[in-house]
């Protein structure tokens, strides 16, 4: 019991520290996030495999064909994981945004004759909500 309880301690410390380094994301004012994100190019497996194997160098990796003249192996591997990775992202996460209650304002006009008025409106502000990826 006592074996266990520090090994929960320890998990706990780790925890803990994670949590305090690691941090979040800077938050995007929603202004510069609706401009931003049109600016944006999407994701590119192709642009992003080649910018790891170029960094490749960085830890030692061989960058290019094998010394022995034959396809890099290790470079193959790597295109197909962030292909991968990049179709998971693209093609099957989901989004689900929520704006807060009152982050949606709406003005509005119209007239009344004493019957039913139907408006349409215009959202004032930028509104800014929360995500999540799944």
């Known amino acids: 019991m006592?074996?266990?309880?520090?090994v929960q301690s320890?998990?706990?410390r780790l925890n803990k520290?994670?949590?305090?380094?690691i941090g979040g994301a800077p938050k995007i004012p929603p202004q510069l996030a609706v401009i931003g994100a049109t600016l944006r190019p999407g994701l590119n497996p192709q642009?992003?495999?080649s910018?790891?194997?170029r960094r490749r160098s960085e830890v030692g990796g061989i960058v290019g064909p094998a010394p022995d003249g034959s396809q890099n192996v290790?470079?193959?591997e790597m295109a197909i994981i962030v292909e991968e990775i990049v179709n998971a992202i693209q093609l099957e996460a989901k989004i689900d945004v929520v704006l807060?209650?009152?982050?949606?304002?709406?003005?509005?006009s119209g007239?009344?004759?004493g019957g039913p008025i139907v408006v349409t409106g215009t959202n004032i502000n930028i509104p800014s909500g929360n995500a999540i990826i799944q």
């Open 51 to 53: 910018r790891i194997m």
């Open 17 to 21: 520290v994670f949590r305090i380094v």
């Open 47 to 49: 642009l992003i495999a």
């Open 10 to 12: 320890i998990a706990e």
């Open 74 to 76: 290790t470079e193959g």
């Open 111 to 113: 007239g009344n004759a």
């Open 2 to 6: 006592g074996c266990r309880n520090s």
């Open 100 to 108: 807060p209650p009152g982050s949606v304002m709406v003005t509005a």
